[in-house]
Nanobody, 124 residues
Framework: QVHLVESGGGLVQAGGSLRLSCAAS????????MGWFRQAPGKEREFVAA????????DYADSVKGRFTISRDDAKNTVSLQMNSLKPEDTAVYYC?????????????????WGQGTQVTVSS
């Protein structure tokens, strides 16, 4: 099983940027589609972005399209989430996730591994 550790969260003002990283160890990273999810206080966890095993295709939640970019570096076993033009409603704990099946990952099904989460707080 792949082990995931997120980093890069913090406090930022609205309009600012943050870059989250997720480092993977254990199983072969390139075997997994990767995604980011988030959970705001009092709300259910929701999909943010995902990238296929090859890195050739990505998907985004409508709420982050045009502002967030997911990427992966298989040589470094990392997946990143560049977040620009941040809004207070982006405040949440952000989780990295790995899945063997991309379509299921998008629906938060059959997740092979979750990271521990990193807090992102956007002040107005």
């Amino acid at each position: 099983q792949v082990h995931l550790v997120e980093s890069g969260g913090g406090l930022v003002q609205a309009g600012g940027s943050l870059r989250l990283s997720c480092a993977a160890s254990g199983r072969t990273f390139s075997n997994y589609a990767m995604g980011w999810f988030r959970q705001a206080p009092g709300k259910e966890r929701e999909f943010v972005a995902a990238i296929t095993r090859s890195g050739g295709s990505t998907d985004y939640a409508d709420s982050v399209k045009g502002r967030f970019t997911i990427s992966r570096d298989d040589a470094k076993n990392t997946v990143s989430l560049q977040m620009n033009s941040l809004k207070p409603e982006d405040t949440a704990v952000y989780y990295c996730a790995a899945g063997l099946y991309y379509s299921r990952l998008l629906r938060e099904n059959n997740i092979a591994s979750w990271g521990q989460g990193t807090q992102v707080t956007v002040s107005s």
